[in-house]
């Protein structure tokens, strides 16, 4: 039996001591910037199911604060949209994101400090209709609720949203979620986020990958309660590499070369159709109309980054080298 309460004391203590990425600007930190180069664009779409003000008490009704528009295009660390206990939010992007060396997406919250954490689940799809979760774990203790005056330790959570603090985003591999024939990872479509319900009691405690309750600040009885989205700061689009496996369809938009320098022609386009060419940051660089159904497009003043070449209809992406 000793040899039993060794083996759970030894556990305990691993539990306590595992820790993974630090802070901002601490060593060993993951978070990013929210100007970093490594963004090539954002978040172009997003629906929301808003959550309770607190899931033990559904009479309280759901958060209110911010809109959906909230969530698009640059983050702003106040400017958000509150889920509420357990709301979910859905976002699109105007090009598929794919699976490449390091990160491939981070997600912003609006966190005042290090260690007040609203944290959500993430999760991932390529046909909007089967998402697949990363393994997110958490370490924190679970023996004392942590209260809307509780401080946490971000060093002991791991593929949460929500682990940085405002314009600091929490980076996101698509290596770590577990491969499934549903899920094409070279042309992810959708990423969706879950309030995690940090309450200790059943039934509405969230689960970490490893089966342990998730314990952060609860009940937070405001309008702005759960998990405050920022953004979504994309990092690999699945164009131009070669291992894109986005299959497009016969009348979409084709932009042929793209990456380029000077010449873009946009095919498929129609003549008459109006069109908006914008900057990763969300600035309107031209507005048009096509006179025929190829469009040729000068980018050769235009900065070297990520564009976004827009219709009423459809959105592509296009690369200035």
Known sequence: MRYLFLLLFLSTALLTRAQFAAAPGQPGSTAMYWDSSAFTGWANGCTVQRGYI?????????????????????PDGSTVIS??????????????????????FAVFENGFT???????FVEVSSDGEHFFRFPAISHVDTLTQLDN??????????????????LYGTPFDLDEVPDDPALNKSAVTHIRLVDVVGSLQAP??????????????????????????????VIHFAFGTGVDEYTQKSDELRAWPNPATDLIYIQNIGPGTSYTLISSTGSVILNGRSASGTLQLQMAALAP???????????IALVKQ
């Open 83 to 104: 889920l509420g206990d357990s709301g979910v939010a859905v976002l699109t992007f105007p090009y598929p994101i794919q699976n490449a060396a390091g990160p491939d």
């Open 114 to 120: 290090n260690n007040y954490l609203e944290l959500a």
């Open 149 to 166: 005056f509780s401080y946490s330790d971000l060093t002991k959570v791991h593929n949460f949203a929500g682990k940085y603090r405002a």
């Open 204 to 233: 509405y405690r969230s689960y970490d990958n490893e089966g342990r309750p998730v314990n952060d600040p609860w009940p937070t009885e405001f309008a702005s309660g759960g998990f405050d989205l920022d953004a979504v700061g």
């Open 305 to 315: 980054g990520i564009y976004y070449f827009k219709t009423a209809q459809q959105c």
């Open 54 to 74: 607190n899931i033990s008490n559904p009479s309280l009704g759901t958060v209110d604060l911010g809109s959906e528009q909230d969530a698009l295009g640059l």
